[in-house]
T-cell receptor, first 110, second 112 residues
Framework: KQEVTQIPAALSVPEGENLVLNCSFT??????LQWFRQDPGKGLTSLLL?????REQTSGRLNASLDKSSGRSTLYIAASQPGDSATYLC?????????FGDGTTLTVKP | NAGVMQNPRHLVRRRGQEARLRCSPM?????VYWYRQLPEEGLKFMVY????????ESGMPKERFSAEFPKEGPSILRIQQVVRGDSAAYFC??????????FGPGTRLTVL
């Protein structure tokens, strides 16, 4: 059974800082790893999708990496802004479902 | 191309009533997934459907819950005889194949 863990559960940083969010999964037989953003009371916004054959994906200030052998993915956010404050979820896709971590709640202070 | 549509966005039901949640996938997507997010918890997989078929319902409670994705029309998640513990946000996602999932805005169900 796939389990996805995200560390830390909460993170508070000053504006402008670079930061890394961590995601680990127990079953390396995933075919993709997706990072999402969720604002309070809102739905999910897909940020980055990494296919199992890929090592990383980049979009603007975001960079996500995937290491299937170690069961880890990281989301790197450069030059953080207050608007980045949200909960970030990672999800491992496998066999017709995605298994989500519980998320990291990020607060970027002005 | 409109995104995944869910309605209603908010639904209030009294204990014992039925709740019907609708999900219209993105155009061209034939795969639909339902997830539930209980208060202060993460998203949990419930069911995976393709047109007219349930592929995986391993995450769906055996009683009171059912899902369908008919040949025509939206996917429906149906909860019979709702209880307070059913209060949650229910998210639908769709994909063109069994790959990247695009999520709808969710339906927030409150059971009084």
């Amino acid at each position: 059974k796939q389990e996805v863990t995200q560390i830390p559960a909460a993170l508070s940083v000053p504006e402008g800082e670079n930061l890394v969010l961590n995601c680990s999964f127990t079953d390396s037989a995933i075919y993709n790893l997706q990072w999402f953003r969720q604002d309070p009371g809102k739905g999910l916004t897909s940020l980055l999708l990494i296919q199992s054959s890929q090592r990383e994906q980049t979009s603007g200030r975001l960079n996500a990496s995937l290491d299937k052998s170690s069961g880890r993915s990281t989301l790197y956010i450069a030059a953080s802004q207050p608007g980045d404050s949200a909960t970030y979820l990672c999800a491992g896709g496998h066999a017709g479902k995605s298994t989500f971590g519980d998320g990291t709640t990020l607060t970027v202070k002005p | 191309n409109a995104g995944v549509m869910q309605n209603p966005r908010h639904l209030v039901r009294r204990r014992g009533q039925e709740a019907r949640l609708r999900c219209s996938p993105m155009k061209g997507h034939s795969h639909v997934y339902w997830y539930r997010q209980l208060p202060e918890e993460g998203l949990k997989f419930m069911v995976y459907l393709q047109k007219e078929n349930i592929i995986d319902e391993s995450g769906m409670p055996k009683e009171r819950f059912s899902a369908e994705f008919p040949k025509e029309g939206p996917s429906i998640l149906r909860i019979q005889q709702v209880v307070r513990g059913d209060s949650a946000a229910y998210f639908c996602a769709s994909s063109p194949a069994d790959n990247e999932q695009f999520f709808g805005p969710g339906t927030r169900l409150t059971v009084l």
